[in-house]
């Protein structure tokens, strides 16, 4: 059955299944560049996600959206910096965004505002976005994916649509990457995550007033976000092990440990929970690859790391600019596919990594303040141009400089295509 029912084409340049931000941001900067672009997602948004504190790496891709002003229209909470209480001694101690390049804030935002507004974004730059669609299965000729089958709610009969190119954005649901690749899952990073709401919330004093707070306690470390007003994200994250040893329920445990805490303690003195608990595990793992035969992934499909330094949104949306450029050159010279996203899973890969190599050291609590800095130094910049505090400011703001992810160039590709000789071969 093709999708003639939902009045639109049966065949696009590109497939994306998920408009989430990865999803989102890689259609739009497709769209504005004339590719045409349908987006496939089985949610109707808003819809609720976890995620609500950004960083500075983030705002790059929302530049080429051109969503900036309108972030800053809607009234989210500026984000420049954060506080830790982490370390051997556990005193607190605090960085600014500032330190770390052009970019001196971020966002704290709720996720279905901030998500929505990238969605129809690409939509406004000329995506074909269905919503409340499943797909359910890729369509094959010839051991090539080149399109796929999915279901709307609502409507009877199985849609089918085509393109020249697929793109996995459904995040942990995987939707592609479960069909043609295995995990690699990073075993010190096995966690879980419980968190809720808190109204009627004390800030953190002066400068510090939007930071996120990350409190290091015996068996793991709390998280407290301040979305807007007194609102708080609170969150608590242990291993796996761990939580299933303590023979109590998650929501238990989160209140025990929190009595554990010095300053969050104290920013809740005065605060009432206005929502239930939400909760996550076993996070943090890498596909096996990172593309295949008319397919690849982006986002939460392609790698996942632990939230640690609110890096997940992030290093979605950058990944989708990249995947942007990638796809539109192979798009025009289709002889370039696998060796671009060779060099575009290659360029990933290595990013990722920087990220989970530093987080799974970081958990090591037992270190000074000046340990961390050094640590994100020798990761990012072994000739040492800047000092360890500016590196570790670049790092956890996703701003480590000309990362081959987003300077990925295929010229010589292009050039041994186009050229006489290659013509010929």
């Not at 000329?126 to 669609?133: F, L, R």
Request: proline fraction near 3%; include cysteine; charge should be negative.
């Amino acid at each position: 059955m093709s999708s003639k029912l939902l009045g639109i084409a049966d065949d696009f340049d590109v497939i994306i299944i998920g408009g989430g931000p990865a999803g989102a941001t890689t259609a739009g900067l497709l769209a504005q560049r004339g590719r045409r672009v349908l987006v496939l997602d089985r949610e109707r948004f808003p819809r609720y996600h976890i995620g609500e504190s950004l960083i500075p790496g983030f705002m790059l891709p929302m530049e080429e959206l051109g969503l900036t002003e309108r972030m800053e229209a809607k009234g989210f909470e500026r984000k420049y910096g954060g506080t830790l209480v982490w370390g051997n001694n556990e005193v607190p101690w605090n960085f600014s965004f500032s330190t770390g390049g052009k970019i001196p804030y971020s966002y704290h935002t709720r996720r279905a505002d901030l998500d929505t507004m990238i969605l129809d974004r690409a939509r406004e730059l000329g995506a074909t976005v269905v919503e409340e669609a499943t797909v359910k299965d890729t369509i094959e000729e010839d051991g090539r994916v080149v399109g796929v089958k999915y279901a709307v709610r609502g409507l009877p009969a199985v849609q089918e649509t085509r393109a020249s190119l697929v793109i996995d954005a459904s995040g942990q649901a995987r939707v592609i990457g479960r069909k043609y690749s295995e995990l690699n899952w990073h075993d010190q990073l096995q966690n879980v995550a419980v968190w809720t709401y808190f109204d009627g919330c004390h800030r953190l004093p002066g400068d510090e007033w939007t930071n996120i707070l990350i409190e290091g306690i015996k068996d793991g470390w709390f998280w407290g976000i301040p979305i807007d007003k007194g609102v708080f994200s609170v969150g608590y994250v242990t291993r796996s092990a761990t939580a299933s040893a303590a023979d109590v329920s998650l929501e238990d445990l989160f209140h025990s440990e929190m009595a554990q805490t010095t300053k969050l303690k104290a920013l809740l003195k005065d605060a009432h929970q206005t929502t239930g608990f939400r909760s996550a595990r076993d996070w943090s793992y890498t596909n096996q690859r990172f593309h295949g035969d008319g397919w690849v992934l982006v986002g939460d499909a392609a790698a996942f790391v632990d939230p640690l330094f609110s890096t997940g949104v992030a290093l979605a949306t950058m990944a989708g600019s990249a995947l942007s450029r990638v796809v539109d050159q192979v798009i025009e010279h289709p002889e370039i596919e696998e060796k671009a996203l060779d060099r575009y899973a290659s360029a990933y890969q290595d990013f990722f990594n920087d990220i989970r190599t530093f987080v799974e050291a970081f958990y090591d609590r037992s270190k000074t303040k000046g340990f961390y800095f050094n640590m994100a130094q020798e990761i990012t910049d072994p000739d040492k141009k800047n000092e360890p505090k500016v590196d570790f400011v670049k790092l956890v703001s996703g701003l480590t400089g000309d990362h081959a992810l987003f300077s990925l160039t295929f010229d010589d590709l292009v050039a041994d295509v186009t050229s006489p000789a290659g013509a010929d071969s």
